[in-house]
Nanobody
Framework: QVQLVESGGGSVQTGGSLRLSCAAS????????MAWFRQAPGKERERVAA????????VYADSVKGRFTISQDNAKNTLYLQMNSLKPDDTGTYYC?????????????????WGQGTRVTVSS
């Protein structure tokens, strides 16, 4: 059974930083991709960043480019999201996600596995 467990959320002021972690377990085969999504109250879930196995170029939402960095430690089966220069608009619940072929990490409906989410609150 695939499990994704996020940690690292919290409350910060504008301009602050947080680092989210996602510990993955239960895989038989390495995921095709892993990603971070977020959902603000009253809004749809959106992709923040994703990494694809065998591709060295992560993808980012325009709203976080230059501020967020996605990375993974394959030895620890852990995915990270370093978030710098946080803004109130970054507030939401952040979800770790993974997909195995034929799924992708392009949109929420294409993902196969989800973590429980971790809350991020950025105050002005």
């Amino acid at each position: 059974q695939v499990q994704l467990v996020e940690s690292g959320g919290g409350s910060v002021q504008t301009g602050g930083s947080l680092r989210l972690s996602c510990a993955a377990s239960g895989y038989t085969y390495r995921p095709r991709c892993m990603a971070w999504f977020r959902q603000a109250p009253g809004k749809e879930r959106e992709r923040v960043a994703a990494v694809y196995t065998g591709d060295s170029s992560p993808v980012y939402a325009d709203s976080v480019k230059g501020r967020f960095t996605i990375s993974q430690d394959n030895a620890k089966n852990t995915l990270y999201l370093q978030m710098n220069s946080l803004k109130p608009d970054d507030t939401g619940t952040y979800y770790c996600a993974a997909a195995q072929f034929p799924g992708t990490c392009s949109a929420p409906q294409n993902v196969g596995y989800w973590g429980q989410g971790t809350r991020v609150t950025v105050s002005s």
